[in-house]
């Protein structure tokens, strides 16, 4: 079965960066990263296919965020640029076992249990 940790997050300034980790055991197909804030739905974020070859963003992070793989250590990335307040929320990892990329969180039934990331105005 497959077992996901996130790492990564953390305190910034708004206009800062991070760099969130994601390490799998076991075999995954497709993965996505969404975030959930207090007292919102949890939003999904970014996703990629098993290749690496294709992404999918949320409008609102689209040109600031990048998700990636590396097959041969089990990891997925989520690089994020000029953080902005409103990305504050818990971050979680997703896998599916579906090899197309999926944007439903419906679609995912493998979850880590989620990273802080905090943006200063």
């Known amino acids: 079965q497959v077992q996901l940790v996130e790492s990564g997050g953390g305190l910034v300034q708004a206009g800062g960066s991070l760099r969130l980790s994601c390490a799998a055991s076991g075999r995954t197909f497709s993965n996505g990263w969404f975030r959930q804030a207090p007292g919102k739905e949890r939003e999904f974020v970014a996703a990629i296919d098993w290749s690496g070859v294709s992404t999918r963003y949320v409008d609102s992070v689209r040109g600031r965020f990048t998700i990636s793989r590396d097959n041969a250590k089990n990891t997925v990335s989520l690089e994020m640029n000029n953080l902005k307040p409103e990305d504050t929320a818990v971050y979680y990892c997703?896998?599916?076992?579906?090899?197309?990329?999926?944007?439903?969180?419906?679609?995912?039934?493998?979850w880590g249990q989620g990273t802080q990331v905090t943006v200063s105005s």
């Open positions: 997703a896998a599916s076992r579906a090899i197309a990329l999926q944007v439903r969180a419906v679609e995912y039934d493998r």
